[in-house]
């Protein structure tokens, strides 16, 4: 009969029992179970297969992903700090091999100024009679005999030490040692004296002392500078009742050395001084 249930139908295989099978079917929601034979369930899911696991306990493929630029920026940020990190260590130890430098400098600059000694020669030289003290005190150039060497530390001696201010090239500036040991005062009078002269209206000797010019064989005391002068302190002038600091220095019987000697120099846009106390405060003494 029609009027029976679908499922007497289906048993039975009317066409009408499977049309309604499919009817219900397709009348059920879509998330509904559905049983089959094999008491096995279907649902049906909304999310797709590549953004969620299945497991819950498993990883998506973006979320390696996602993980692995993590790491990467991790590994990148301590890279470049390390990188930051040793280029500030390596410029603390060239800043601080500079300071090193700057101090074993002024200590050797002071220590062989400091160790002039008052020297006065008496030369074979019928133009020049009496006796001449061994200073030659100027801005760019200063010539004394002391007994500390930068060669020859341990060995006692005289030595003629000339430092000089030269410009090898344009807007740079050097500031050069020369080392003479002192045999006879001969050789030392050559060495120093270039010619002599008279003035043609008081007749007294004009001394004609030699240029510096540098060699190879100088010690380069500082480099790379802009500028550098040399100066000398007199605690005593004759016009003013202040010390006065002179751009040069003439030996006179009275004051034959400066009280101190100071060196100015600029590298870039820093400025230093030297200052030299001279102990040589006693009358050059005939040798």
């Known amino acids: 009969m029609i009027g029976r249930s679908g499922k007497q139908n289906r048993d039975c295989g009317c066409v009408l029992g499977v049309r309604c099978v499919r009817e219900g079917l397709f009348s059920r929601s879509p998330d509904h179970q559905i049983t089959r034979s094999s008491d096995h369930s279907i649902t049906r899911s909304h999310v797709h297969p590549i953004t969620r696991s299945p497991d819950p306990r498993g990883f998506t493929l973006f979320e390696v992903l996602l993980s ?22 390596r410029t603390g130890e060239a800043r601080l091999r500079q300071v090193h430098a700057a101090a074993e400098r002024n200590d050797f600059v002071v220590t062989q100024v400091s160790s002039l000694v008052p020297y006065r020669i008496t030369p074979n030289d019928p133009d020049l009679p009496g006796t001449l003290t061994v200073l030659e005190a100027t801005v760019d150039l200063l010539r004394f005999v002391g007994s500390y060497s930068s060669v020859n530390r341990s060995r006692s001696g005289l030595v003629l030490v000339e430092y000089g201010i030269v410009e090898p090239s344009r807007g740079d500036v ?10 006879d005062d001969d050789s030392l009078y050559h060495r120093l004296v270039l010619s002599v002269t008279h003035n043609p209206d008081t007749g007294f000797p004009v ?11 100088d010690l380069r005391l500082m480099t790379g500078l802009s500028d550098a002068a040399f100066s000398y302190l ?12 002179r751009e040069s220095w003439r030996s006179t019987e009275e004051a034959p050395y400066p009280d101190a000697i100071r060196l100015r120099w600029e590298r870039g846009g820093e400025v230093g001084e030297e200052l030299m106390p001279v102990r040589a405060k006693l ?3 005939g040798q």
């Open 283 to 285: 009358r050059p003494l």
């Open 68 to 89: 692995l630029t993590l790491t990467g920026f991790l590994l990148l940020a301590l890279l470049i700090g390390m990188r930051v990190a040793n280029r500030a260590w």
């Open 174 to 183: 050097e500031v050069v040692v020369r080392e003479t040991p002192v045999t």
């Open 207 to 217: 001394i004609n002392l030699q240029p510096f010019a540098v060699r190879e064989s």
């Open 234 to 245: 007199d605690l005593h002038p004759k016009k003013s009742t202040v010390p006065v600091w």
